[in-house]
Protein backbone atom coordinates (compact mmCIF):
# COMPACT_ATOMS: atom_id res chain seq x y z
CA UNK A 1 0.00 0.00 0.00
CA UNK A 2 1.65 3.16 -0.89
CA UNK A 3 1.61 6.43 1.98
CA UNK A 4 0.93 9.40 2.00
CA UNK A 5 1.66 11.92 4.86
CA UNK A 6 -0.48 13.66 6.95
CA UNK A 7 1.01 17.17 6.05
CA UNK A 8 3.69 17.37 2.54
CA UNK A 9 6.59 18.36 3.42
CA UNK A 10 6.62 17.06 7.02
CA UNK A 11 8.79 14.09 6.89
CA UNK A 12 10.05 12.14 4.17
CA UNK A 13 8.09 8.73 2.84
CA UNK A 14 11.23 6.97 1.40
CA UNK A 15 14.35 6.77 3.87
CA UNK A 16 16.69 4.00 4.35
CA UNK A 17 15.16 2.92 7.61
CA UNK A 18 12.22 4.86 7.72
CA UNK A 19 11.01 8.50 7.25
CA UNK A 20 13.20 11.16 8.52
CA UNK A 21 11.54 14.72 9.09
CA UNK A 22 12.70 17.56 6.92
CA UNK A 23 13.70 20.43 9.06
CA UNK A 24 16.41 23.37 8.35
CA UNK A 25 19.60 24.57 9.50
CA UNK A 26 20.74 28.08 9.93
CA UNK A 27 24.11 28.93 7.81
CA UNK A 28 24.33 31.64 10.14
CA UNK A 29 24.06 30.56 13.59
CA UNK A 30 23.56 26.19 12.75
CA UNK A 31 20.48 26.11 14.76
CA UNK A 32 18.07 23.42 13.71
CA UNK A 33 14.23 23.89 12.95
CA UNK A 34 11.56 21.15 12.39
CA UNK A 35 9.11 22.14 10.91
CA UNK A 36 11.45 23.44 8.45
CA UNK A 37 11.61 27.16 8.58
CA UNK A 38 12.04 30.15 5.96
CA UNK A 39 13.91 32.47 8.55
CA UNK A 40 15.89 31.30 11.85
CA UNK A 41 13.95 31.22 15.01
CA UNK A 42 17.34 32.03 17.10
CA UNK A 43 18.68 35.01 15.32
CA UNK A 44 16.24 36.05 12.08
CA UNK A 45 19.02 35.32 9.80
CA UNK A 46 17.01 34.23 5.97
CA UNK A 47 19.99 31.79 4.71
CA UNK A 48 18.68 28.39 5.77
CA UNK A 49 19.47 25.01 4.38
CA UNK A 50 16.91 22.12 4.07
CA UNK A 51 17.82 18.79 5.24
CA UNK A 52 16.72 15.72 6.80
CA UNK A 53 16.63 14.48 10.22
CA UNK A 54 18.87 11.96 12.25
CA UNK A 55 16.86 8.63 11.69
CA UNK A 56 17.39 7.82 15.99
CA UNK A 57 17.18 10.26 18.67
CA UNK A 58 17.07 10.16 22.82
CA UNK A 59 13.85 10.19 24.70
CA UNK A 60 14.15 13.54 26.40
CA UNK A 61 10.63 13.40 28.25
CA UNK A 62 7.41 11.76 27.61
CA UNK A 63 3.86 11.14 28.92
CA UNK A 64 0.76 9.02 28.37
CA UNK A 65 -2.60 10.86 26.94
CA UNK A 66 -6.07 9.63 28.08
CA UNK A 67 -8.28 11.48 26.73
CA UNK A 68 -8.89 13.37 24.05
CA UNK A 69 -11.74 15.88 24.72
CA UNK A 70 -14.55 14.41 25.97
CA UNK A 71 -15.04 10.60 25.41
CA UNK A 72 -14.43 8.55 22.32
CA UNK A 73 -15.30 5.36 22.63
CA UNK A 74 -12.52 3.82 20.20
CA UNK A 75 -9.83 6.20 22.02
CA UNK A 76 -6.96 4.31 23.22
CA UNK A 77 -4.08 5.96 25.67
CA UNK A 78 -0.64 6.22 23.63
CA UNK A 79 2.39 7.49 24.66
CA UNK A 80 3.61 11.03 23.33
CA UNK A 81 7.76 12.32 23.99
CA UNK A 82 9.71 14.67 23.47
CA UNK A 83 13.08 13.11 21.60
CA UNK A 84 15.89 15.09 20.99
CA UNK A 85 17.84 14.15 17.82
CA UNK A 86 20.95 15.60 17.94
CA UNK A 87 22.47 19.55 18.00
CA UNK A 88 20.11 20.94 19.96
CA UNK A 89 16.48 19.50 18.03
CA UNK A 90 14.36 18.43 20.35
CA UNK A 91 10.73 17.01 18.37
CA UNK A 92 7.52 15.67 19.83
CA UNK A 93 5.53 12.64 18.46
CA UNK A 94 3.68 9.71 19.72
CA UNK A 95 6.05 6.97 20.44
CA UNK A 96 4.66 3.28 18.97
CA UNK A 97 5.01 2.19 22.31
CA UNK A 98 3.24 0.92 25.58
CA UNK A 99 3.77 3.56 28.46
CA UNK A 100 5.63 0.44 30.45
CA UNK A 101 8.24 -0.09 27.52
CA UNK A 102 9.39 4.03 27.57
CA UNK A 103 11.40 5.97 29.76
CA UNK A 104 13.72 8.40 29.68
CA UNK A 105 16.76 8.36 27.88
CA UNK A 106 15.86 5.70 25.88
CA UNK A 107 16.70 5.12 22.19
CA UNK A 108 14.09 5.19 19.49
CA UNK A 109 14.25 5.34 15.86
CA UNK A 110 11.58 7.19 13.41
CA UNK A 111 8.95 4.85 12.20
CA UNK A 112 4.93 5.59 10.67
CA UNK A 113 2.04 5.47 12.29
CA UNK A 114 -1.59 5.91 11.35
CA UNK A 115 -2.94 9.14 13.19
CA UNK A 116 -5.58 8.70 15.33
CA UNK A 117 -8.95 8.33 14.13
CA UNK A 118 -7.55 7.30 10.90
CA UNK A 119 -8.55 3.49 9.48
CA UNK A 120 -6.04 1.41 9.73
CA UNK A 121 -6.62 0.67 5.67
CA UNK A 122 -5.89 4.49 5.07
CA UNK A 123 -2.46 5.24 3.21
CA UNK A 124 -2.17 7.88 5.39
CA UNK A 125 0.15 8.31 7.98
CA UNK A 126 2.31 10.19 9.87
CA UNK A 127 6.06 10.12 12.03
CA UNK A 128 6.45 8.59 15.15
CA UNK A 129 9.21 7.13 17.18
CA UNK A 130 9.88 3.49 18.00
CA UNK A 131 12.33 2.02 21.13
CA UNK A 132 15.27 0.80 19.67
CA UNK A 133 15.55 -2.58 20.92
CA UNK A 134 18.24 -3.77 23.72
CA UNK A 135 19.44 0.02 24.08
CA UNK A 136 17.44 0.62 27.08
CA UNK A 137 18.95 2.12 30.03
ZN1 LIG B 1 20.34 31.42 12.98
Redesign the pocket.
Known amino acids: MSRRPIVEGLFTLDGAGGPRLLISK?R????LAFPARKR?H????DDLEAMESPAEGTIYSWTVVRELGGPRPDFQPYVVAQVDLGTGLRVQGVVDASPDAVSIGQRVRMGFVHPFGQDLDSDVVTYCFVPVEGRTP
Open positions: CACGACACTA
